[in-house]
Every structure is written in C-alpha cells, then in structure tokens.
Antibody, heavy 126, light 110 residues
C-alpha cells in the first residue's frame, strides 16, 4: 500500500524559505504514469495545488506561485521536495504531498491526486 | 483564473440523499474528481473521471455530469459521511495545465 509522509520545519520566519520533503513508501517514485504533487490548505480554507514533478525532473507549477516555488525529486531516496521562497503569513497552511496520476488517451490527459500524505502544518511567523 | 463553484453547505438527514454540485466552464471538456475530507484528516478520493468509484469507496457514493455542472450524490447518507467535499478539475487553456479545486461543501448529517 502506497504511503506518503511529509516532513520539515513547522515554523518559518517571514521572508525565509519554506522547505518540505515527502517520503514515498510502498512503491517506487519512478513509476510511469505518476507525477508527485504538493497541495496546501490554509486554516479553515480550501485546497490549492502548488505544483507537481515527474521522476525525470519535469515540473508543472501553479502560475500564481511559480516565481517562488521549486520542486525537486531524489529517486535514490524515493523522495520529492518543495521549496517556497519569500514566505509571508499568507503561506501559513497545511501542506500535503500526493501521488498525481496522469492518464493520457485520445490526445487528452486526465489528472487526479490519490493517495495523499497526512499533511504538515507550516506556520509563518517571527 | 479558472474557478469551480460549490455550495458552501448541504444538510441531510440520515438515510436520505445528499447532492453536491460543482460548476465550471471547462467541465464539459475536462473530467471532475471528488475528494472527502474529514476534520483533521487528509482528503480522500471518492470519485474519479466524473463517475468512477475507486476500490474501497462505498457504493452509496456516485457521480454524474451534465454540461458545466458535475454532481456528487451520496445515497442513504450515514453519520460517517459528515465531511467537507471538494471537486477538482483542470484548466488546459494556458501554456501549462492548472489543477483547480472547488470552493468546498460542508455536508452536515442532521
């Protein structure tokens, strides 16, 4: 059974860089048809896709965050990571990692997230 | 930017049927996906590709699509179904895809 686990600091100072790692167990991060994604949820609010990465290193980012986001992958450790720079209080959220399934046929692709990690709360505060 | 609109809340009595809608301009061209999120827990996929049910998801969960609106139906609602529900789809109109979640609907079992 595939499992994902987020790890990283729970408190980050304003203007600094948020760094999180997601460790995948029960399956290989190098599997075809799967990207690996980050999604966040501010307290009491909805979900926002941050970005996704393929095991080859190919990435897609949410345009609203693209200038501050870097997602990387380490296949030897079965991990992928998120860096979000110049954080403010608005970046306070529960950050989830998830397997991002891409299913392409007939010239189009369908994308969804399953399963998800348990999430980790990151608070931006001095 | 692309938006998926859901009603903020739906209330239903046990054993009745709950219907949650999600509206978006691109839904006629893109599949929708539904996630259940219970308090303090991560989202769980309950419907994919508009109407497919992942293994392990009870049969009382079903999905449908009509034009710019997709609907998640929970038949014979149980107390354990009380949760937030989010739809998700994609906006492929730009250079790169954008994956978007709906505004979320809180289902209350009376």
């Amino acid at each position: 059974q595939l499992q994902l686990q987020e790890s990283g600091p729970g408190l980050v100072k304003p203007s600094e860089t948020l760094s999180l790692t997601c460790t995948v167990s029960g399956g290989s991060i190098s599997s075809s048809s799967y990207y690996w994604g980050w999604i966040r949820q501010p307290p009491g609010k909805g979900l926002e896709w941050i970005g996704s990465i393929y095991y080859s290193g190919s990435t897609y980012y949410n345009p609203s965050l693209k200038s501050r986001v870097t997602i990387s992958v380490d296949t030897s450790k079965n991990q992928f990571s998120l860096k979000l720079s110049s954080v403010t209080a608005a970046d306070t959220a529960v950050y989830y990692c998830a397997r991002h399934r891409e299913d392409c046929s007939g010239g189009s692709c369908d994308n969804w997230f399953d399963p998800w990690g348990q999430g980790t709360l990151v608070t931006v505060s001095s | 930017s692309y938006e998926l609109t859901q009603p903020p809340s739906v209330s239903v009595s046990p054993g009745q049927t709950a219907r949650i809608t999600c509206s978006g301009d691109a839904l006629p061209k893109q599949y929708a996906y539904w996630y259940q999120q219970k308090p303090g827990q991560a989202p769980v996929l309950v419907i994919y590709k508009d109407s497919e049910r992942p293994s392990g998801i009870p049969e009382r969960f079903s999905g449908s699509s009509s034009g710019t609106t997709v609907t998640l139906t929970i038949s014979g609602v149980q107390a354990e179904d009380e949760a937030d529900y989010y739809c998700q789809s994609a906006d492929s109109s730009g250079t790169y895809p954008l994956y978007v979640f709906g505004t979320g609907t809180k289902v209350t079992v009376l």
